[in-house]
């Protein structure tokens, strides 16, 4: 069972564009993190949300964290071929254990 | 600053043989994390320690599989017989246990190929 669906599964679009991704469950968590993964590393964490209805930005990175702390989305305005990778939403039941979505892997063409 | 140590990086190996993956923590952190990554499957937890003692073991798959941490510095995963179905990227990951949500450091992996 799939406690975390992300979606798109799969994103290719020109360097220039907006994006969003979502990540949406049924079930709360105390918090939440997107992490980014290169092909052939581990994942590296971007942030962690923790307040429903919180907000963050990273640069040209947005993160919200849905009120009822089920659901996240990440923004990302005027991609970059240098934001190619797997972004991966992970949701913390308690402080330590974190249950993963599939990711979105993103393609971001020049 | 070192981060996650694993090895071997690649590992092809026979079905029923001995599968031994190494992780190497960060010095200081007192919590230690096994993943497998699939692409059925993504990536599930397997197994953490905190400061060395087994504290969640929900997410190993069978007997198969087992994890050691001897000392603060150094766990093993292994797997006894290995299967074809087991060929995935293990990942560990450690972190300094803080009471809220922790920043887990991911190493590079250890992809493994049961044939």
């Known amino acids: 069972t799939q406690l975390l669906e992300q979606s798109p599964q799969f994103l290719s679009i020109q360097e220039g564009e907006n994006l969003t991704v979502y990540c949406n469950s049924s079930s709360v968590f105390s918090s939440l993190q997107w992490y980014r993964q290169e092909p052939g590393e581990g994942p590296v964490l971007l942030v962690t949300v923790v307040t429903g209805g919180e907000v963050k930005k990273l640069k040209r990175l947005t993160f919200q964290f849905g009120d009822a702390r089920k659901d996240s989305s990440l923004h990302i305005t005027a991609a970059q071929t240098g934001d190619t990778g797997l972004y991966l939403c992970a949701g913390a039941k308690g402080a330590q254990k974190l249950v993963f979505g599939q990711g979105t892997r993103l393609t971001i063409n020049p | 600053d070192a981060g996650v140590i694993q090895s071997p990086r690649h590992e092809v190996t026979e079905m029923g043989q001995e599968v031994t993956l190494r992780c190497k923590p960060i010095?200081?952190?007192?919590?230690l994390f096994w993943y497998r990554q699939t692409m059925m499957r993504g990536l599930e937890l397997l197994i953490y320690f905190n400061n060395n003692v087994p504290i969640d073991d929900s997410g190993m798959p069978e007997d198969r599989f087992s994890a050691k941490m001897p000392n603060a510095s150094f766990s093993t995963l292994k797997i006894q017989p290995s299967e074809p179905r087991d060929s995935a990227v293990y990942f560990c990951?450690?972190?300094?246990?803080?009471?809220?949500?922790?920043?887990?450091?991911f190493g590079p992996g250890t992809r493994l190929t049961v044939l």
């Open positions: 990951a450690s972190s300094l246990q803080t009471g809220f949500t922790d920043t887990q450091y």
């Open positions: 010095s200081g952190h007192n919590s």
